[in-house]
């Protein structure tokens, strides 16, 4: 028998997974309103610094005023172009860093190369910083610059894990899994690194009244500048930090977990890689390296994309939604508290909606289509950015950022098997979603060398 929603009682609170797009419609468009609070737990507390930011604050005016923030200030289309120059930059970085690999012969570890492009553009955006000590030789990241992505990394997997004080409030101090030992070291080395510069930052926004800079210059400032009619200050320190860690979280898993498994998938795809390869060469040719402007025409790399959100989402779940009140769904009572769960396996991989679902298969998303192909899933056949009062803000960012790492990876260079290896074991990591060895590849130019 099929099942399409469930609930699994933990505690007092009823756990609801669904994998239906008709339910996950419902939760998101209908009943948006019901079910637009998140879930409290010991990590969402920590890395919020007690519920101050947008993704992980339980519904209410802290949730409203940041989101509104971030939708008018950070993410709007204005900030979005303003941004362009320094998001080229970082795809420039990317591409050189890869080339100086590649003209060594050194394999390329794509994860690394695919979050650190993330952190990086996150960096760059929020606090100016692509490194927070000294830039590296090769371009690389150095050891800061890896402890800080690792600690973004980890405080998703423990926002996402399963806890069982998360439910049974009273146990929160006990540490029975060792998650809180491990949340409150890996929310020290996040502060450890913006703490210092968001401090200096806002000191010298206060002190010298706005003046430092005529133009906020990156994400930091525009949070710190924002002011009410009166001139006050409209965020608090705390909130400014929270806020910041929590965007910079938002920004690395996404987009590297997607392309790490498109570039594996495509390793025992030759088509797939051509076919993506050839759409490059035919929009952008080898005279000039891919811009954020080609975006709208690259169908077949976008269908890339949408199909490793479907078939490898970088986690099971999307952020849990949690019922505002007693409601119905789906012709099932569910009451207030409850935590509805969209998978994004469930979806993405659900045999009544997708013929052969484990099969990569870019095509399925082209189908007869001459229009425009975009990430979002407005029917959540699939979940990229989900929808509603919850969906994601970034829905632009997050995709140029996401085509670009893919683009100018496939545009710059050929890639190939590491000497010794004839396949890439494609297994997922019983851990997580992440494919369970970092893929190493062998990267070689395939521009004229005056484009390096
Ligand atoms: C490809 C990249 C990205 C993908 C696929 C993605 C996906 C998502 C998903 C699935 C959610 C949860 C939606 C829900 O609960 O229904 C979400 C929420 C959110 N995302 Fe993204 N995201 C991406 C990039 C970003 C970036 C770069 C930022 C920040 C600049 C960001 C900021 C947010 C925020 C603030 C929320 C929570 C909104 C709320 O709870 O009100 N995302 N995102």
């Known amino acids: ?72 200030q950070i993410v709007c289309p204005k900030r979005h172009d303003f941004f362009l120059e320094m998001r080229t930059e970082e795809a420039d970085h990317l591409f050189n860093y890869v080339y100086n690999k590649a003209k060594s012969y050194e394999p390329v570890d794509i994860r690394v190369v695919t979050r650190h492009y993330c952190g990086n553009l996150i960096r760059r955006l929020m606090l100016s910083k ?28 423990y926002l996402y894990a399963f806890s069982i004080s998360d439910y049974f409030p009273q146990l929160i101090g006990l540490n029975l899994d060792g998650h809180e030992t491990i949340i409150k070291a890996t929310s020290e080395t996040l502060k450890k690194f913006h703490d210092p510069i968001i401090d200096e930052r806002v000191r010298l926004w206060r002190e010298n009244k706005g003046s430092v800079h005529q133009e906020p210059k990156d994400f930091l400032d525009i949070l710190i500048m924002f002011r009410d009619r009166e001139g006050r200050p ?30 594996a998938e495509m390793m025992g795809n030759p088509t797939i890689i051509q076919n993506a390869v050839d759409e490059i060469d035919h929009i952008v040719g080898k005279e000039r390296l891919v811009q954020e402007a080609d975006i709208p025409h690259l169908n077949y790399l ?21 019922a505002i009140e007693d409601t119905n769904l789906a012709g099932y009572l569910i009451p207030i508290g409850s935590h509805v769960l969209l998978s ?49 803000i970034a829905q632009t960012l997050g995709t140029v950022m996401t085509v670009m790492l893919l683009a100018r990876l496939l545009q710059g260079f050929f890639w190939s098997l590491p000497e010794g290896l004839s396949t890439i074991d494609l297994a997922e990591s019983d851990k997580n979603l992440y494919l369970a060895k970092p893929l190493v590849l062998q990267a070689q130019p395939r521009l004229p060398l005056n484009m390096y």
């Open 1 to 72: 028998m099929k099942i399409d929603i469930a609930c699994v009682r933990f505690g007092d609170v009823h756990v609801i997974p669904v994998v239906s797009p008709k339910i996950a419609l419902e939760v998101l468009r209908k009943m948006d309103a019901t079910f637009a609070s998140r879930p409290t737990s010991f990590a969402a507390y920590r890395f919020s610094r007690g519920y101050k930011s947008a993704v992980l604050s339980p519904y209410g005016d802290q949730w409203k005023k940041m989101r509104k923030i971030l939708m008018s």
């Open 130 to 157: 692509r490194y927070f000590g000294k830039p590296t030789h090769d371009g690389g990241p150095g050891l800061d610059e890896i402890e800080h992505v690792n600690a973004l990394f980890n405080s998703l997997e």
């Open 234 to 263: 409209l965020l608090t320190s705390d909130e400014i930090k929270a806020q910041s860690s929590e965007i910079m979280m938002a920004a690395v898993d996404n987009p590297s977990n997607s392309v790490e498994w498109i570039l």
């Open 302 to 322: 976008k269908a890339c994309i949408r199909e490793a959100f479907r078939l490898h989402p970088v986690a099971p779940f999307v952020v849990p939604h949690v």
């Open 344 to 392: 994004r396996l469930g979806l993405g991989r659900n045999p009544e909606i997708w013929h052969e679902p484990l099969k990569f298969k870019p095509e399925r998303h082209l189908d007869g289509r001459n229009s425009e192909l975009v990430l979002t899933e407005p029917d959540m056949r699939f979940i990229s950015f989900s929808a509603g009062r919850r969906g994601c």
